[in-house]
T-cell receptor, first 116, second 115 residues
């Protein structure tokens, strides 16, 4: 069975600085997808970034980028130029690429606080 | 991306009662998912709901406690039955992004408190 681990329950960063959130996972699958979701206090889950396992290039979305190390089963999220609005819970999620099965497995989350 | 409306947004219920949560999507989707998020915890999948078939429940969740309906491709309900304080959680619905490799889209969640 797949598992997702986020080893940092809480982190803080100064506004405009850079922070990296870690995520590791365990799977025997070769094809899968990885996601980072953000959950602000409003509790809506918002997609931050997505990575396909078959792509070697790390995904980037504006200030957000990932460091995907497939062999190490690591998928960290880097937030550059942190903003106060980045304060939220961040969840890493794994999805197996299998027709008809699109279930997510979520990590335990990292609470990020951006300090003014 | 799909727009998902979830109702109610929050409720406070008495022990032993049941509550039905609605999830409405603005487009037809194949799969809808129901999650539970206990206070300060991550999301745990309760079940997957496909239109026209019985929901598929994850280990630890049973139909008698969490009956689910999926009458069409844009709507689903989750009922939390015979509630106890341990059922106090946020319940979220999500929909598949379309082709399987697209991210799920989530509703705003229902915050449920049981007295």
């Amino acid at each position: 069975a797949q598992t997702v681990t986020q080893s940092q329950p809480e982190m803080s960063v100064q506004e405009a600085e850079t922070v990296t959130l870690s995520c590791t996972y365990d799977t025997s699958e070769n094809n899968y997808y990885l996601f980072w979701y953000k959950q602000p206090p409003s509790r809506q889950m918002i997609l931050v970034i997505r990575q396909e396992a078959y792509k070697q290039q790390n995904a980037t979305e504006n200030r957000f980028s990932v460091n995907f190390q497939k062999a190490a089963k690591s998928f960290s999220l880097k937030i550059s130029d942190s903003q106060l609005g980045d304060t939220a819970m961040y969840f890493c999620a794994f999805m197996k690429h299998s027709t008809g099965t699109y279930k997510y497995i979520f990590g335990t989350g990292t609470r990020l606080k951006v300090l003014a | 991306s799909a727009v998902i409306s979830q109702k109610p947004s929050r409720d406070i219920c008495q022990r032993g009662t049941s509550l039905t949560i609605q999830c409405q999507v603005d487009s037809q989707v194949t799969m809808m998912f129901w999650y539970r998020q206990q206070p300060g915890q991550s999301l745990t999948l309760i079940a997957t709901a496909n239109q026209g078939s019985e929901a598929t429940y994850e280990s630890g969740f049973v139909i008698d406690k969490f009956p689910i309906s999926r009458p069409n491709l844009t709507f689903s309900t989750l009922t939390v039955s015979n509630m106890s304080p341990e059922d106090s959680s946020i319940y979220l619905c999500s929909v598949d992004g379309g082709s399987g490799n697209q991210p799920q889209h989530f509703g705003d969640g229902t915050r449920l408190s049981i007295l």
